[in-house]
Structures are given as structure tokens and as C-alpha cells.
Antibody
Framework: QLVESGGGLVQPGGSLRLSCAASGLIVSNYWMCWVRQAPGKGLEWVANINRDGSEEYYVDSAKGRFTISKDNAKNSLYLQMNSLRADDTALYYC?????????WGQGTTVTVSS | EVVMTQSPATLSVSPGERVTLSCRASQSVSSNLAWYQQKPGQAPRLLIYDASTRATGIPGRFSGSGSGTEFTLTISSLQSEDFALYYCHQYNTWPRTFGQGTTVEIK
């Protein structure tokens, strides 16, 4: 099970840190990623991190602003989001998987608005 | 980036009918393609990966085929619980990309 938290309302230019607590799976054993869905829109992959956290990949719009990370001791995944923009407004899903995305959380909502 | 194009955008179908959804990639993604089902208010669910392998617990009425740039998801006999939004997703190259989705609605 994956449970996201940390979403909320933030002003443009602000920061948020999303967290994803895993249970029943060990985060360090898997590639993990974040996928987002803007209101009424489709799915957009945001970032991936490999098993040991040594490789990170980002969608172009997130490069330089977002950082994906893991804390194996806490069995958790994170997404640090800086310089937030209105088009970052979305439901953010924490997902286990590298190829097929096998396990999804229920998401945490990020709203960027003044 | 690889652009994934799904067709049609909406499919109106009666229960029991056979349904075929299409997904086209702007360049070859080999067999590195997955399909997901999403119902309102729910997270997506993995149906198919590696173009044709059913994920754990997915009923046999769901099947996937294709390779390269052309892919299909077939539902052999549509059940009431299958009315939903379906996405394809390529994981052959970075950035990972999704199609825009096909809605399967009741006719």
C-alpha cells in the first residue's frame, strides 16, 4: 500500500514536499515514480528513481524544480517541488514500478494559486 | 519525446460486445507498452504490460497486442465494470509518456 501526503494550496513560486509512505513493500527494492493528473486531464509521468536512489529521471517541465528521493529507513518516497506554477496543479500519485506501473497510491492534491 | 496517440477518444459500446482500443506511438517503443484502466475517483490500475502480458488478477477478457508503433487493447466481452477510461503508456524511452485516453461508455 502507498499513502501520499503533503499536498495542499500553495502560491505560485512556492514549495511543497510530497511524501509517500509504503507498507507491505520495501521501497528500496523497487523503482518508484510520481505520476500526476491535472483536473479533468490525462496522466502525466513526472519522475522516476531507481532501487538504490542513484538514478533519477524527470519530465522536462520538472527538471531543475523537482527532486525525487527515497528514505529507505522510513520506507518512503518523496517529491520536493520548488518554484511551483499554476500548471503544476494536479493530483499526484506515488507509484511502484519501472515498466508496468503496478501499485498506485490514492494521490495527494496540489493546488498552485494566488 | 514519444507521443502516444489513442483512438478513438470515446467508444460507445453495449455490454457483451467486443471492444478494440488503439494506441499509436510516434516512434518505435518495441514491446515496452502498458495499458491502464481508470474509473472516476480512483487511481489507475495496471491491466497489461510488455504489450501483451496481463497483470496479476486481470481477467482473461482483457488482451493486448502489437509492437513497434501500433498497439491494441481488446476486451472480448464487455462487462458493466469495464466502462472506464483506458490509457496506454510507453516505457521504452525517457520521458515516459501516456496516451490521452479512450473512454469506454455505455451505448
Amino acid at each position: 500500500q502507498l499513502v501520499e501526503s503533503g499536498g495542499g494550496l500553495v502560491q505560485p513560486g512556492g514549495s511543497l514536499r510530497l511524501s509517500c509512505a509504503a507498507s507491505g513493500l520495501i521501497v528500496s527494492n523497487y523503482w518508484m515514480c510520481w505520476v500526476r493528473q491535472a483536473p479533468g486531464k490525462g496522466l502525466e509521468w513526472v519522475a522516476n528513481i531507481n532501487r538504490d536512489g542513484s538514478e533519477e529521471y524527470y519530465v522536462d517541465s520538472a527538471k531543475g524544480r523537482f527532486t525525487i528521493s527515497k528514505d529507505n529507513a522510513k520506507n518512503s518516497l518523496y517529491l520536493q517541488m520548488n518554484s511551483l506554477r499554476a500548471d503544476d496543479t494536479a493530483l499526484y500519485y506515488c507509484v511502484r514500478g519501472h515498466f508496468g506501473l503496478e501499485v498506485w497510491g490514492q494521490g495527494t492534491t496540489v493546488t498552485v494559486s494566488s | 519525446e514519444v507521443v502516444m496517440t489513442q483512438s478513438p477518444a470515446t467508444l460507445s459500446v453495449s455490454p457483451g460486445e467486443r471492444v478494440t482500443l488503439s494506441c499509436r506511438a510516434s516512434q518505435s517503443v518495441s514491446s515496452n507498452l502498458a495499458w491502464y484502466q481508470q474509473k472516476p475517483g480512483q487511481a489507475p490500475r495496471l491491466l497489461i504490460y510488455d504489450a501483451s502480458t496481463r497483470a496479476t488478477g486481470i481477467p482473461g477478457r482483457f488482451s493486448g497486442s502489437g509492437s513497434g508503433t501500433e498497439f491494441t487493447l481488446t476486451i472480448s466481452s464487455l462487462q458493466s465494470e469495464d466502462f472506464a477510461l483506458y490509457y496506454c503508456h510507453q516505457y521504452n524511452t525517457w520521458p515516459r509518456t501516456f496516451g490521452q485516453g479512450t473512454t469506454v461508455e455505455i451505448k
